[in-house]
C-alpha cells in the first residue's frame, strides 16, 4: 500500500530541496515494446497505441507560491498538464474517450501519481506513474500496472 509522504517543512529552502528536479527534461529513450505490450494487454485501441508510443514526452518541475513541487507533463494534444505534488492533490482529465483522475503522493524521494483510468466501457484500472532522480542525476518516469512495467528516462534540456 501507498503510504502519503509529506515533503520536508517548508522552512526549508524549496530551492534546495527541489533543486535536483527543477529544470525543463526531454525523453533521451523508452522502454518502448515493454510499453506497447501492457497497452495491448490493456486493450488500448492500435492506433492509440501507435500515437502514445510516437509521441515525445517532456517534463517540467517548478515550484509553486506554496513550496511544492509542480510536475507540469506535456500532453499527446501539446499542451501541459500542471499536477501539483502535495499529497493528496487531485486532477480529474480525458482523452481519447479515457476518463483519468490523478491523485498525487510521495514514497521517499518518488513522486508518485496514482492514475485512476476509466476505458469508454466503465471499466477502471489504476496506473502508477512514478518519477524520480537516479543516481546519475537524470529523471526517470516509471509505469505500473497490473499489465506490465516500463520506464521512461530523461535528460535535462540544454538552453
Given at each position: 500500500p501507498l503510504q502519503l509522504y509529506r515533503p520536508p517543512e517548508?522552512?526549508?529552502?524549496?530551492?534546495?530541496r527541489w533543486h535536483a528536479w527543477t529544470a525543463h527534461w526531454v525523453m533521451k529513450s523508452s522502454e518502448?515494446?515493454?510499453?506497447?505490450?501492457a497497452m495491448k494487454k490493456q486493450g488500448v485501441p492500435y492506433i492509440v497505441r501507435k500515437l502514445f508510443l510516437r509521441w515525445r514526452p517532456e517534463r517540467k518541475f517548478t515550484i509553486n507560491?506554496?513550496?511544492?513541487?509542480?510536475?507540469?507533463s506535456k500532453s499527446m494534444l501539446g499542451g501541459w498538464i500542471v499536477l501539483c505534488s502535495a499529497p493528496g492533490t487531485e486532477q480529474i482529465g480525458?482523452?481519447?474517450?479515457?476518463?483519468?483522475?490523478?491523485?498525487?503522493?510521495?514514497e521517499g524521494d518518488?513522486?508518485?501519481?496514482?492514475?485512476?483510468?476509466?476505458?469508454?466501457?466503465g471499466t477502471t484500472q489504476?496506473?502508477?506513474?512514478?518519477?524520480?532522480?537516479?543516481?546519475?542525476?537524470?529523471?526517470?518516469?516509471?509505469?505500473?500496472s497490473d499489465d506490465g512495467e516500463y520506464n521512461c528516462y530523461f535528460?535535462?534540456?540544454?538552453v
Open positions: 517548508l522552512s526549508e529552502s524549496a530551492e534546495r518502448d515494446d515493454k510499453a506497447e505490450a507560491e506554496d513550496g511544492y513541487l509542480e510536475l507540469n480525458s482523452y481519447f474517450g479515457y476518463k483519468i483522475r490523478t491523485v498525487m503522493s510521495w518518488t513522486m508518485i501519481a496514482a492514475n485512476h483510468v476509466t476505458d469508454p466501457s489504476i496506473t502508477l506513474s512514478k518519477h524520480y532522480i537516479d543516481e546519475d542525476g537524470d529523471l526517470v518516469n516509471s509505469t505500473i535528460k535535462r534540456k540544454q
